[in-house]
């Protein structure tokens, strides 16, 4: 388990001083895929960096597995390292070594025998499904397969946490599809804590089951993938959630109208025609002026703005009638 | 001065000092060179590694007095012409090899002048290699002493290598200057017969000769930092 309490980290700059991290205070248990989403410069990578001590925070403390990080001394953080490894969004393997090479390089500082670290590297190669470029050059990699490699190498150590800086922002969506995967199963099957810095939602709704958002250095956010995607509450959240806009006012309202928002809680509602059938059971003409949804395991999520035309009764007659259905969460919008 | 350098009694002159004088001046600038350029580096790599990982957000901090002493101290050798750093370094010679007077008491000086540039080369090189890749081998838990060994110098080969080629040829030149206060080799022989005995033939033959041994060295140099660089493709 890692607990992260009361984190702040501040940085002194020629401007002064900035926070990048207030107060951070997260828990991620065991067997968890936790994403850290957040727009550029809300502290992700500071925060990751944090969890293992590449920056120290200025006040709070991590905890892993009850280990206080920032009160080992330098030898006893360079151990705890090799089971908390990390992958980067530029990959970061040398350059001047082969990719078998690469790999024993964990095992080669912590001191195992040349032969037996060779045979380990070869099996992790096998993992990451690249046996056949053990003896090739980073440099003769492409960027998909540069980041299999330094999975490996992060795997070399058997760590209880892996931590992935935007581990997928360099790459195109087919091969972060298939790297995703590959953490997902390294997930799964070895039972490895993952940890997920990223600033696209898509990486976060395709592998993560929990998720914190990150704003200006704060947690504004924190809860499952689901309960974040069907209500996001802060602003953050539904910039990331909803890229589009949230319900922007795309028409400018009309005297006689009201508008009403729904907001679709993982309902099986997007296989039936709900606004169609509105108008056909109950006459009730409704304007679609914004809809932003998703679809995740086959349950919608996301909200409508609608425009009703008419008088309030019509607008309690629409309320009551979506009310009904299962998942839906409606609202009237005042301005 | 160069209207008479060419007549048949020059060449027959020049020629009797080639097959006298020219394979002996040949190996001594070699072998000062080769020597001189192999102390520097001696000495200069950890200065350079020093430099890199001594420096604030290094992966080894020095505090920061030892660092701007050893800056200044670099600097102050560097900014020193090398003639007058020869004249300078005649009590060290002397203590050194025991004598001020000949080849092997003009490696004395070269080293001397040329170790701080090998510092700032190091320096350079060690610049060069992407912070990231020190930042992932810290999160694996390596020590500075690693990441210098295992990381910062295999990862900067090519550039060192080009570097030290720098420093060779640079070496090469300076060692023809040692000719004057009586260090041998090709920069001797063009001293002595072009400055001293007005024989510009010779001078000019053994002046080629250098330009030839850089001709050697730099293309030896580029060949092996490009060949040892696995960052180019389909190598």
Redesign the interface.
């Known amino acids: 388990m890692i607990e992260l309490k009361n984190l702040t980290k501040t940085f002194q700059t020629t401007d002064g001083a900035v926070e990048a991290l207030k107060d951070v205070t997260l828990t991620v248990n065991d067997g968890d895929i936790y994403g850290i989403i957040g727009m550029s410069g809300a502290g992700k990578s500071t925060l990751v960096r944090c969890i ?1 001590m ?1 920056e120290r925070p200025t006040d709070g403390k991590v905890l892993i597995d009850g280990t206080d990080m920032g009160a080992l001394s ?1 030898k006893q ?6 089971n908390i ?2 992958i ?1 969004q ?1 990959f ?6 082969t990719c078998l090479k690469n790999v024993c ?2 095992l ?3 001191g195992m025998k040349k032969a037996d670290a060779k045979k380990r590297a070869m099996e992790l190669l096998e993992i990451v499904g690249l046996p056949d470029k053990a003896n090739a ?4 990699l492409s960027g998909g397969q540069q980041q299999r490699i330094a999975i490996a ?1 992060a795997l070399a ?1 058997e760590p209880k946490v892996l ?1 992935c800086d935007e581990a997928t922002s360099a790459l195109d969506p087919k091969t972060t599809h298939s790297i995703l995967e590959l953490i997902k199963d390294i997930n799964r099957k070895l039972g490895i804590t993952v940890i997920v810095i990223t600033h696209q939602m898509s990486v976060v709704e395709e592998i993560c089951n929990r998720v914190a958002i990150l704003d200006g250095g704060v947690v504004v956010e924190e809860g499952t993938v689901n309960e974040i995607f069907s209500a996001p509450k802060s602003d953050a959240a539904k910039r990331l959630v909803f890229p589009e806009g949230f319900d922007a006012p795309v028409v400018e309202r009309f005297a006689d109208e009201y508008r009403i928002r729904i907001v679709f809680n993982g309902a099986d509602a997007a296989g039936t025609p709900l606004i169609a059938r509105m108008a056909l059971e109950k006459e009730i003409c409704a304007n679609i002026m914004a809809a932003s949804t998703k679809t995740i395991g086959g349950k919608a999520y996301g909200n409508m703005l609608l425009g009703i035309s008419g008088d309030k009764q019509m607008l309690d007659d629409a309320i009551e009638y979506l009310t009904e259905v299962e998942d839906v969460v409606v609202e009237e919008v005042a301005d | 001065m160069y209207d008479k350098i060419f007549t048949p009694e020059a060449w027959q002159q020049a020629w009797e000092v080639v097959q006298s004088e020219f394979l002996m001046g040949l190996w001594e600038t070699f072998y000062v060179t080769v020597v001189a350029t192999f102390f520097a580096v001696v000495l200069g790599l950890p200065l350079g590694i020093l430099l890199v990982a001594g420096d604030k957000g290094g992966v080894l901090p020095l505090p920061k007095a030892v660092l701007s002493t050893l800056n200044i101290v670099i600097n102050l050798l560097r900014s020193v012409p090398f003639l007058i750093l020869m004249i300078m370094a005649f009590p060290l010679a002397r203590l050194i090899v025991g004598t001020t007077i000949g080849t092997v008491a003009s490696i004395v000086p070269l080293v001397i002048a040329a170790f701080p540039f090998v510092a700032r080369l190091v320096e350079s090189s060690l610049r060069e290699v ?1 912070p ?2 020190i ?9 500075p002493f ?1 990441i210098i060994t ?2 910062m110098i ?2 900067s ?2 550039s060192l290598i080009s570097n030290i080629t720098i420093a060779l040829t640079t070496v090469l030149g300076y060692s023809a200057m040692s000719g004057i206060i009586g260090g041998g080799g090709l920069g001797k022989i063009a001293i002595n017969y072009g400055y001293y005995r007005y024989k510009y033939l010779i001078m000019l033959l053994a002046v080629v000769l250098l330009v030839v041994l850089v001709q050697i060295f730099q293309s030896i140099g580029t060949r092996l930092a490009t060949k ?7 190598r």
């Open positions: 293992n590449l330098q953080l360079r151990d705890m390292r090799r490894t990390m980067f530029g970061n393997l040398l350059m001047q070594r390089f964990p080669e500082l912590a050059y980073p440099a003769q190498r150590t931590l | 992407n990231n890749i930042e992932a081998a810290q999160s694996m838990g390596a020590s690693q295992k990381v295999p990862e080969i090519p040892l660089d696995k960052r180019l493709k389909n």
